[in-house]
């Protein structure tokens, strides 16, 4: 079965410092992709970036960055030069490509704090 | 190019009504999917269309939800008899089939449901 586990369930930063959020994940399929999402008080989920299971590089996306090892089954979500709008829930999400399922497994988020 | 809407945004009911959900996805977007979230954790998918085809259903899905797609572009999420346990956000999302792990699910706004 797929899981998604993030230990941390709160984190604070301040105001144009890099942050990391933790995200490990458990399949057996080769094949899968990984999501990252900000969900901000209003509810609404923002994709912010994907990772390929097979891609060769960490993708990177403005100010977001994937830290993705797969040996690790780890793909920590890097935010730099933080803003008081990145202040939201962060979900890390899977996607396999096991059976005909097209849904995502999320985690239980990290609520991130931005501080002045 | 607008994004996935949702209505209600919020809906309060007495334990025992009906209630339905709608949601109209990103408009060449040609899979649609239903997540439940409850307070504190992440997003659980519940079920989705490809066209007008429901093509998985989750076991949260229990007989007195349904959902429906008719004509392959906006759905709607239909509790019969709701429970307290039915309160939650329920999110819709939308993506384009391409076929790889990259495929991205793009979520709207979501219905907040509170059963009294």
């Known amino acids: 079965a797929q899981k998604i586990t993030q230990t941390q369930p709160g984190m604070f930063v301040q105001e144009k410092e890099a942050v990391t959020l933790d995200c490990t994940y458990d399949?057996?399929?080769?094949?899968?992709?990984l999501f990252w999402y900000k969900q901000p008080s209003s509810g609404e989920m923002i994709f912010l970036i994907y990772?390929?299971?097979?891609?060769?590089q960490n993708a990177t996306e403005g100010r977001y960055s994937l830290n993705f090892q797969k040996a690790r089954k780890s793909a920590n979500l890097v935010i730099s030069a933080s803003q008081l709008g990145d202040s939201a829930m962060y979900f890390c999400a899977m996607r396999g490509r096991g059976g005909a399922t097209n849904k995502l497994i999320f985690g239980t988020g990290t609520l991130l704090a931005v501080q002045p | 190019d607008t994004g996935v809407s949702q209505n209600p945004r919020h809906k309060i009911t007495k334990r025992g009504q009906n209630v339905t959900f709608r949601c109209d996805p990103i408009s060449e977007h040609n899979r649609l999917y239903w997540y439940r979230q409850t307070l504190g954790q992440g997003p659980e998918f519940l079920t989705y269309?490809?066209?007008?085809?429901?093509?998985?259903k989750s076991r949260l899905l229990s007989d007195r939800f349904s959902a429906e797609r008719p004509k392959g572009s906006f759905s709607t999420l239909e509790i019969q008899r709701t429970e307290q346990g039915d309160s939650a956000m329920y999110l819709c999302a939308s993506s384009l089939r391409v076929g790889t792990d990259q495929e991205t699910q793009y979520f709207g706004p979501g219905t907040r449901l509170l059963v009294l």
């Open positions: 990772q390929g299971s097979y891609d060769q």
């Open positions: 399949t057996s399929d080769p094949s899968y992709g």
């Open positions: 269309f490809q066209n007008e085809a429901q093509l998985e």
